[in-house]
């Protein structure tokens, strides 16, 4: 089982749309985790993080944990274009050791 | 904003060549990681330091791996003897703690190809 999950995708979205971008984790002990956005030969930046369950909202980002399911999501509100990019789930470890998904590519078209 | 810097952004080098990637760290910033990431793959867990001393590293990171803080502000990644398996990007990050909302910065990145 692999230790974080995702959707490889691509996810398809038209401009304006909600993205919804999903994620699960094997280590039912882990407490943090977050949403970073790659483009294409760019480095890992962040989105989002989340810690407790629930909704936290930022911008037009809104991060959702369920750590009874071991599930976290990524709503993306009204996709633009430039949202198009691979978006990375993290889970952290001991020592600050970030578990990354493989990512789910997502394109918005307008 | 502060950053995370890597040198150099692009490096090329033959197999069983010794290659040494640079970083400098947000300037407050405590804690430092190496990832990498082969092309097309996820993005994968080296090595943390702290205090001048490996924190915690990955099976990936064998002995052909060695970081250093040669200096108050460059944190380095050397690669004693490349193997064609070793071609990746590269990514420094750090961190100002540890604690479990501090969040990791990550640099550009230093793409390796090995020849």
């Known amino acids: 089982q692999k230790e974080v999950e995702q959707n490889s995708g691509p996810l398809s979205v038209p401009e304006g749309a909600i993205a919804s971008l999903n994620c699960t984790y094997s280590?039912?002990?882990?407490?943090?985790f977050f949403w970073y956005r790659q483009y294409s030969g760019k480095s890992p930046e962040l989105i989002m993080s989340?810690?407790?369950?629930g909704d936290k909202e930022d911008g037009r980002f809104t991060a959702q944990l369920n750590k009874a399911s071991q599930y976290v999501s990524l709503l993306i509100r009204d996709s633009q274009p430039s949202d198009s990019a691979t978006y990375l789930c993290a889970v952290k470890r001991s020592y600050n050791k970030l578990i990354f998904g493989a990512g789910t590519r997502l394109a918005v078209h307008p | 904003e502060p950053e995370v810097t890597q040198t150099p952004s692009h490096q090329v080098t033959q197999m069983g060549q010794e290659v040494i990637l640079r970083c400098v760290p947000i300037s407050n910033h405590l804690y430092f990681y190496w990832y990498r990431q082969i092309l097309g793959q996820k993005v994968e867990f080296l090595v943390s330091?702290?205090?001048?001393?490996?924190?915690?590293k990955s099976e990936i990171f064998d002995d052909q791996f060695s970081v250093e803080r040669p200096d108050g502000s460059n944190f380095t990644l050397k690669i004693r003897s490349t193997k064609l398996e070793d071609s990746a990007m590269y990514f420094c990050?750090?961190?100002?703690?540890?604690?479990?909302?501090?969040?990791?910065?990550f640099g550009a990145g230093s793409r390796l190809t090995v020849l």
């Open positions: 330091f702290y205090n001048n001393e490996i924190s915690e």
């Open positions: 990050a750090s961190s100002e703690s540890m604690d479990g909302a501090n969040v990791l910065t």
């Open positions: 280590d039912r002990g882990s407490q943090s």
């Open positions: 989340i810690y407790s369950n």
